[in-house]
């Protein structure tokens, strides 16, 4: 990932560990169905034909499930089956998101995981051509999707057919980190394994004899005739050429290194799900990892996806297998018959664990075929119509161990259909506390890895583009709003206090560069200041300077006094600086009060949210940038105007365009008073017009809002209305 700029404010250090590494881990975390003892075990079942496909129409009575070969009551059943729906126009951004709409969850989740670090420029091809099949047909309207790359160049949700473009746009630009070793002394990661976990002599000697074979320079040949020798007489136990071993240890470290990325930022995914409901599946598009039992990564990726109840299936993008190159004619030597066989069974082992992740949490794998996209629509197609099966373990025990789940079609239905069902899950342990405190907060990490906001502290987040920084970038302004309504105050001195952690990360469409802010805020009010918030929220806003193109900022606010948390997730656009645009307009209910000899004109009150009242005055303001100069004077001709718009496209009233005077240094910036009177409520539409009058362009631009009649009149100085 590209270097995380860091911004102006006292940071919270250890809030969250960067995007690049592994977050840290507290604890795996258990979902909603027995968050801290075992009382309801749901497990997702999928009845499939032998085509793959989803077989909807059984009961609870069809069923029967085992844990630990022992037979458990079913005490709660859902047969969940997707209508044929036909995909809704997608809607336009918002102008902010809130935490406070109600989300729909009756789509599916999928976290597409996208392996970069594991596909070769080749693979990534055909890796992104099944995920972009899988977008266009297999993910349904409602859907919600996750695209994750494990080199930390994206991490991007959306919800379907809104976000299909945008995913598009991201999966676009990603590529294949993995350069595979092209010398004749190169070895894989599973001989490498072999040598250096299990110091296999076998193994050892078969690479030497390739080696041997094909010449391989810059080694010392001291030590081959012993080596053959002791092979013979059996006691070659420990005894490898040093040269094969150092080899093997550089190439051991190297795909250990790899899959540990892979497996924490799979891990990290998983666990971000755990409160997310309905059917959640992970898609690893990879040309796969091999297996080591007692890697500890490995054990911590399968606990979570037990846990959370969500199955991994593998996409193994080496497609079709052939010979490797070292077997072609390209290479000079013969390759020595003997090792035929285990080369040809090494080719299977490359992706063992891959395979191995898929089988133990209900997945399954596609491997050793061209056509990738009909197996990763598998994927969709099984989860048309599934089964939620729950039940209360008749085991107890807070032991901690695994138990082993096994879902079976009663007898006579079974024939030529297969159940897919996680394999068991881990019991609580007695005695386990919660979650205990870290330098990165587990419950702040996984909120701004979900795809899925947090409604605890009720938030509004909206992303203002202003002026041009330095370096062709622009000022953007993210504006939260939180209602103070919900958070835990405590009342001191006749004051009300309380401290909110606030992080937010915004990541560049485009780059996949991750700006990041954090702070802490104190809170000290008085009781007519809280008072006032209550009707209004407390706005907090962070500065960022962004370049151009399409942003997904996530925003986290947890309150200190009571650990709720709120999130919010929202997409923006920023300008091209060099263009000709208008920055963000300000829609606010009120002016700034000027203090003192204050000489600067009235500017609007920020705000989030987009509701005024039937008799109050809209104040609007915006500046034009990118606007030509005439040669003469030096300065630019533009002029404005708008029109407010009801729901069905009807105008209610606007002005005719007119010359924005520029500023002693050229600025164009317009504000403006109109009035609401006698609008009723309802949904409108601010419509924005400005020309260059002498490059003879015209930009437009809308923006919602609301006619609440239930919003009492702000009472500011401002301007007449117009």
Do not use: C
């Not at 670090?117 to 693979?123: C, E, G, K, R, Y």
């Amino acid at each position: 990932m590209k270097a995380v700029v860091r911004l102006r404010g006292v940071l919270l250090l250890g809030l969250l560990a960067s995007r690049s590494a592994p977050a840290q881990q507290g604890g795996p975390t258990p979902p909603p169905a027995f968050p801290s003892q075992v009382e309801l075990v749901t497990v997702d079942a999928v009845v499939v034909d032998a085509r793959g496909r989803a077989v909807p129409g059984f009961t609870a009575a069809d069923f029967t499930v085992l844990e630990n070969g022992v037979p458990q009551a079913v005490t709660r059943f859902e047969a969940v089956q997707l209508p044929a729906a036909a995909a809704p126009a997608p809607s336009r951004r918002p102008p902010f998101s809130t935490n406070q709409t109600p989300e729909a969850r009756q789509g599916r989740t999928f976290v597409l995981v996208f392996d970069d670090i594991h596909l070769s420029v080749a693979q990534a091809q055909r890796a992104k051509a099944a995920i972009g099949e899988f977008l266009r047909s297999g993910a349904r309207p409602g859907d919600r999707v996750a695209l994750v790359a494990t080199g930390g160049t994206a991490w991007w949700s959306a919800r379907l057919p809104e976000g299909r473009d945008t995913l598009m746009a991201i999966l676009k630009r990603l590529d294949g980190r993995y350069v595979p070793d092209p010398s004749p002394d190169r070895i894989t990661d599973w001989e490498a394994l072999r040598i250096m976990a299990y110091d296999d002599p076998d193994v050892g000697y078969s690479v030497q004899r390739r080696f041997d074979a094909y010449g391989s320079m810059g080694r010392e040949r001291t030590g081959d005739r012993r080596y053959a020798d002791a092979t013979r007489t059996g006691s070659s136990v420990g005894i490898i050429d040093p040269y094969v071993r150092s080899r093997a240890q550089d190439a051991y470290l190297k795909a250990v290194s790899r899959r540990r990325i892979t497996m924490s930022v799979m891990t990290r995914a998983l666990r971000s799900l755990a409160e997310t409901r309905g059917r959640k599946a992970m898609v690893l598009v990879s040309q796969g990892f091999v297996y080591e039992p007692d890697f500890t990564e490995m054990k911590e990726l399968v606990e979570a996806s037990l846990r959370v109840n969500v199955p991994i299936y593998f996409i193994d993008t080496r497609g079709l297998q052939g010979l490797p190159d070292f077997m072609t004619a390209e290479f000079k030597a013969t390759f020595d018959v003997q090792d035929t066989v285990a080369v040809l069974a090494d080719m299977t082992r490359a992706g063992e664990g891959s395979e191995a992740l898929a089988l133990d949490t209900g997945g399954f794998v596609v491997k050793n075929t061209n056509d990738l996209e009909s197996g990763i629509l598998r994927v969709s197609s099984e989860s048309q119509a599934y089964y939620l099966l729950g039940y209360a373990p008749t085991d107890a025990s807070r032991d901690g161990k695994y138990r082993r789940i096994e879902v079976r079609l009663a007898a006579g239905k079974a024939r030529g259909l297969k159940v897919r069902a996680r394999r068991g899950y881990y019991a609580p342990r007695q005695g386990a506390g919660p979650t205990p405190k870290t330098a990165a907060d587990p419950e702040i990490a996984r909120a701004l890895d979900s795809p899925f906001q947090r409604r605890e502290v009720p938030l509004r987040v909206a992303a203002y583009a202003f002026d041009e920084a330095l370096s062709q970038r622009s000022i953007v302004m993210v504006a939260a709003e939180i209602d103070v309504r919900e958070l835990a105050f405590r009342s001191e001195d006749g004051r009300f206090k309380d401290e909110l952690a606030f992080l937010l990360e915004a990541q560049h469409r485009e780059s996949g560069e991750v700006y990041r802010d954090s702070q802490r805020i104190e809170m000290d009010l008085k009781p007519e200041t809280r008072e006032s918030l209550a009707r209004t929220g407390y706005l907090f806003s962070r500065e960022l300077a962004l370049p151009g193109g399409g942003y997904q900022v996530k925003v986290v606010v947890r309150d200190l006094g009571s650990g709720r948390l709120g999130s919010v997730i929202h997409d923006f656009e920023v300008p091209d600086p060099a263009s000709f645009h208008l920055t963000s307009p300000i829609l606010a209910e009120t002016l700034e009060e000027k203090r003192g000899d204050d000489s600067r004109p009235p500017r609007p009150v920020l705000q989030v949210r987009r509701s005024f009242a039937p008799a109050s005055r809209l104040y609007v303001q915006y500046s034009v940038l990118g606007a030509a100069k005439d040669e003469a004077t030096r300065m630019p001709k533009v002029s404005g105007g708008y029109e407010i718009r009801r729901a069905d496209g009807s105008v209610v009233k606007g002005a005719a365009p007119t010359l924005i005077r520029p500023t002693s240094l050229g600025a164009l910036i317009r504000l403006q008073g109109i009035a609401l009177d006698g609008a009723p409520a309802g949904d409108y539409e601010l419509v924005l017009r400005v020309r260059d009058e002498i490059a003879r362009r015209t930009v437009e631009v809308r923006e919602p809002f609301q006619v609440d009649a239930a919003r009492p009149v702000a009472h500011a100085p401002g301007l007449p209305p117009s």
